[in-house]
């Protein structure tokens, strides 16, 4: 039966599904300790094991849950890591709580540069994949018109300073959890190693969309704070093409969603090509 894994490995523990998802589930083990989670994937999805490869990484950084064990049964792969206590991130936004959404970006700024973009990629991290500009690319997608397409590779076409340090690759609000004195970020599916930009970018273009009435000030908080301890350079031209890039690679992995779903991503693509994101 599904998740009997889990009560063979952990004795008198109650399971309890703490949120249903359309390519994973998670599973808090009640009276396991330390208090702990189980992410459960489809055995197939190679992002059960980029997610365990970062948690792995980061396991002593403090901005991660650690990361306690990793399984497979005939079906499912699980990664069982600490079940953090507080509060989903994005939750403050929506709540128009400013002063903690002020902290919350300052936060997503200072753990970026000096906790995840500070580990650079050596030749002895190699299991993790490669994030490139454009993974997957354009073309292959029959539901975006080709002048879109044509528009879109225009903007591609930059040139940036190599770097690869390891990357979120869906680094925002969404994925902390926070409490009064903890911010940790969750949800390394997306992880690898890549450019730096590509979660700057991520970040700059999530409080657009989502906040813009607030996108001004955060996103400057954010910048102020990531770059107090990087030389990056962070322009308009580079952030558009990451952003475009990242909403790219969602096109791919949306390829066979509904009709909905590819419309309001097409339209996200568009608006990408439109809005200015650095002030
Ligand atoms: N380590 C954890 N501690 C507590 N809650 C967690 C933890 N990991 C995930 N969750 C809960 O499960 C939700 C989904 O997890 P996440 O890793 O973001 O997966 P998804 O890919 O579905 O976004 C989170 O928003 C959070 O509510
Ligand atoms: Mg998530």
Known sequence: MANDILLRKFQN??????????TN??????RSNPLVIAKIFNKNNSDAKSE???????????????????????????IIMDYIHGINGQRFLDQGDMDKAREIYKL??????????????????SELPIIVLVNGGIDSLDFVPSDVKDRVKHILDIHVKEEKTIIHGDYGPHNTIVSDDSMVVIDWEWGGWGHPLQDIAWVLWFVHLHYPDFSKELSEIFLNA??????????????????LSRVINILNRIKNANTNVKNEWLRRLEWTMKTNFVG
Do not use: W
């Not at 589930?25 to 009640?30: F, P, V």
């Not at 365990?52 to 399984?71: A, C, K």
């Open 25 to 30: 589930y998670t599973l808090l083990l009640e």
């Open 226 to 243: 990531y770059c107090l301890h990087s030389t990056i350079q962070i322009t308009e031209e580079a952030v558009k093409a990451f952003a």
């Open 13 to 22: 523990i109650k399971l309890t599904e703490l949120t249903g998802g359309y």
């Open 52 to 78: 365990m490869n970062t948690l792995t990484l980061l396991n002593n950084s403090g901005v991660s849950p650690r990361i306690h064990d990793y399984f497979e049964d005939d079906t499912s792969s699980y």
């Open 108 to 125: 997503l700024g200072v753990r970026l540069s000096n906790e995840i973009h500070s580990i650079k990629q050596k030749n002895s991290h």
